[in-house]
């Protein structure tokens, strides 16, 4: 555990730098249009951010002690298939929900 002076020291530190952070980019460029070359990079953001933070729950899942799991696995496929075929992100989770609790509940 950490004693309360030094977590009261480093929140309002860390609060002070996420912002600063922010702040630079934000503050600095808010006003003004971006670069075409950096525009159609960052329209891919959130495509590199959510598989990042999917793959260890499917890979390394806590819920079976960091074992690959063959039901994380096969929903993870049928999400990934129905959201390339259906391009419906609504579709693609509700798929790969019904699996993962069909496969949970088939195989134990």
Do not use: Q
Not at 12 to 30: E, K, M
Not at 50 to 71: C, S
């Amino acid at each position: 555990m950490i004693d309360k002076a030094t977590f009261w020291t480093v929140l309002p530190v860390l609060a002070i730098g996420t912002y600063a952070i922010r702040f630079s980019f934000l503050g600095t460029l808010g006003t003004r249009p971006l670069p075409g070359w950096l525009t159609r990079c960052l329209r891919f953001t959130a495509v590199a951010v959510l598989p990042a933070l999917v793959a260890p729950g499917v890979l390394w899942p806590p819920a079976t002690g960091g074992e690959t799991d063959p039901a994380r696995l096969a929903a993870a496929l049928v999400t990934l298939a129905v959201g390339v075929m259906t391009r419906s992100t609504m579709a693609a989770i509700l798929a790969g929900g019904v699996t993962l609790y069909a496969l949970l509940a088939v195989m134990g």
